[in-house]
């Protein structure tokens, strides 16, 4: 097993008081899944993911990746384990504008603490279809080009778990498609986890099970 939740709760504070944006989520899920995180505006899902990511602690239960308990571990390791084991493909890409494609994954690698291999970093480009794009700087390219970076930036560390928060909200249709086919490809060639958070139908259709939150709770598993 991947990731073990067990009765996971996040309280934000709010003005003078809270909101409970997740209560008692408790979730198993295997390595090699590919999983969308649905429902309303609200309803936890990003909250969800900043969990799982490491990039926020929950404010009670407990998360378990890989069989460590991350409540156990100092801020230190977790960013180390994030570093090292997560990728981040973000809704709005974060890319750094004054890097090419090659420089924004070759970040990544360093990030992660793994030695400069630019072969590597020109494989992961190839891998998503941007052979030809690897020089270009962000705004040299399209919305989907740059996702498509995002995604490579994301799967350089060869992560175990990919994280990408509505995935899809910044691409037209056909380039939401492609981008979802690709990391379904790399999902089923490579074993990496990928776990969204969506409204959208493009990833609903492709993703093998969907998690749908209502107000923080777990409210049915499909299929
Ligand atoms: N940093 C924060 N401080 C206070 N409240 C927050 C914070 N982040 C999220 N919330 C609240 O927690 C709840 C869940 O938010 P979350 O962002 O996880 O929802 P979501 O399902 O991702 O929504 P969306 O589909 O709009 O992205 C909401 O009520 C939100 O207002
Ligand atoms: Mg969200």
Request: hydrophobic share 40%; net charge neutral.
């Amino acid at each position: 097993m991947l990731l073990k939740l067990d009765r996971v709760g996040k309280r934000y504070p709010m003005g003078g008081g809270h909101v409970d944006a997740l209560k008692d989520v408790s979730l198993e899920i295997q390595a090699g899944e590919f999983l969308a995180f649905a429902g309303p505006s609200g309803s936890g899902k990003t909250t969800l993911l900043n969990l799982v990511g490491c990039l926020d602690t929950p404010s009670s239960g407990s998360i378990q990746l890989d069989g460590q308990d991350l409540g156990r571990m100092s801020r230190g390791q977790l960013g180390q384990l994030r570093a090292a084991r997560i990728g981040f493909v973000f809704q709005s890409f974060n890319l750094i504008p004054v890097l090419s494609a090659l420089e924004n994954v070759e970040v990544a690698l360093r990030l992660g603490g793994l030695p400069a291999d630019l072969d590597r970093c020109e494989q992961a480009l190839v891998d998503v279809g941007l052979k030809e794009q690897l020089h270009k700087r962000p705004n040299q390219m399209s919305g989907g080009q740059q996702q498509r970076v995002a995604i490579a930036r994301a799967l350089v560390k060869q992560p175990a778990l990919v994280i990408a928060d509505e995935p899809t909200a910044n691409l037209d249709s056909h380039n939401g498609e492609a981008v979802l086919d690709l990391m379904r490809a790399l999902n089923e060639d490579k074993g990496a986890t990928f776990l969204f958070s969506t409204h959208d139908s493009i990833v609903l259709d492709r993703v093998r099970r969907t998690v749908w939150l209502r107000d923080g709770v777990v409210q049915k598993i499909e299929p």
